[in-house]
């Protein structure tokens, strides 16, 4: 799945007209750089939320045929259901059984998706990829020690762990999503430090190439760097 709902206020005046996975980055709309990496290694099915200006995303993109794959849209009311309550209302087109990917629609990242395969199959109910703290972000959001992911309380005991920063990359299972009604606006973190104090939540660290597109600032570095 990739999250495309959001409204993009802090890109505006850019997202009034053109939803921010529209937005050209390195020649290409970001969220092709997504579809491109998702078909080389070998993901066929997408699912695609939408709030903002959706009509134009599946404009472009149409059924994903031009990248091999086969996408289908996960509509939303405006002004979208936050991040775990867009996942809970494309459950019936995910599927309520296996677990999924999922990618944020304004990140660029050179994280090898082709480790999903793996991942997927280990995942207990949630496996996300973390980051080293970007400077506009330095504190970070969980801990992360060998493969375990907490909170932060991890750091305060002494036991090896180091705060990242959340990539916007995770694998979930759909029981991490089973209270929240379709249609209902949820957020992700509460969720995931339920599932990370329950000790059922996995990590990795990419120490590859990531960037949070969330400025206009960010957008046109990207795009300069990519060219």
Known sequence: ???????????????DAIPKP????????LIAWHLERLARAGLREVVINHAHLGAQIEAALGDGARWGLSIRYSPEPEGALETAGGIANALPLLGEDAPFL??????WCD???????????ATDLAHLVLVPNPPHHPRGDFSLAE??????????????ARVCTFSGIGIYRPQ?????????????????????DARRASGELHAGQWVDVGTPQRLAELDAELR
């Open 102 to 107: 999922v990618v944020n629609g304004d990140i």
């Open 111 to 121: 994280w090898d998706v082709s480790r999903a395969a793996a991942a997927l199959a």
């Open 176 to 196: 991490l999503f089973a209270e929240i009604r379709r249609g209902q606006p949820a957020k992700l973190a509460p969720l995931l430090r339920a599932a990370m």
């Open 1 to 15: 799945m990739i999250l495309a709902a959001g409204r993009g206020e802090r890109m505006r005046p850019l997202t």
């Open 22 to 29: 529209l937005l050209p980055v390195g020649g290409k709309p």
């Open 147 to 160: 493969d375990r992911v907490g909170t932060g309380i991890d750091i305060k005991t002494g036991s090896g």
